[in-house]
């Protein structure tokens, strides 16, 4: 059996108005500071941080993105906005892990299932960048032919996040009532999937 491919890109993942490529130290601060504003931490499993523990989190990913694993990958990325002076701000992050599906008897495979994450700034809201992040996370993945599966988790009152998902292919698998705790409250959560017989048939059809 193969060992699992880095995914880390030699090249930044672009689409017309953004630049995904692995995060750096110097980019740790800015998103940081995205990930610190409430509007985003609201949605986010981490909740309210301090700048130096969002770093600290952030430092963490980027040290696994550069781990070789036979069981599983993680990549973290940074989400520019790119300008037509080729100047570009930071405006959220992004990453996944990948991992063996589970097979009975622990049966080896080759077939692989991505779980994706990503964060933007508010600045960005509503102009649909989030809808083009996600497209490219998810043509990423698939070009790695044993990708079978990309799954994301969103709070169920993250509409938007749910929005943005089911604009790409997503369906939602799950609704999780009282998934989990934050600030003290019950929250519901959902599972969205795409498998790539679904990604390549909305390709077909000119999704």
């Not at 953004?18 to 909740?47: C, F, K, N, W």
């Not at 037509?84 to 892990?97: E, I, M």
């Not at 097979?103 to 508010?122: C, F, G, K």
Request: charged share 25%; glycine share 6%.
């Amino acid at each position: 059996m193969s060992t699992l491919p880095s995914f880390v890109s030699s090249t930044p993942v672009e689409t017309p108005r953004l630049r995904l490529r692995p995060m750096t130290s110097d980019d740790v601060a800015a998103a940081a500071a995205i990930r610190a504003q409430p509007e985003v931490y609201a949605y986010l499993s981490h909740g309210a941080l301090t700048p130096a523990q969002l770093e600290a989190r952030l430092r963490l990913r980027m040290a696994r993105t550069t781990l070789a694993n036979d069981v599983e990958r993680e990549v973290q990325l940074v989400v520019e906005a790119l300008a037509q002076d080729d100047d570009a701000a930071v405006v959220g992050d992004c990453g996944f892990k990948v991992a063996r599906a589970w097979t009975q008897n622990d049966a080896p495979t080759e077939s692989l299932v991505a779980r994706i994450h990503y964060a933007m700034s508010p600045l960005v809201a509503g102009r649909g960048l989030g809808t083009e992040l996600v497209g490219a996370l998810v043509t990423h993945l698939f070009a790695e032919p044993h990708v079978h599966r990309i799954q994301a988790d969103v709070f169920a009152e993250n509409v938007a996040s749910r929005t943005v998902l089911e604009r790409n292919g997503f369906r939602q698998e799950g609704y999780f009532v009282d998934d989990g705790i934050i600030d003290g409250k019950f929250v519901d959560a959902c599972l969205y999937s795409l498998l790539r017989r679904e990604w390549e048939g909305g390709q077909a059809a000119g999704r």
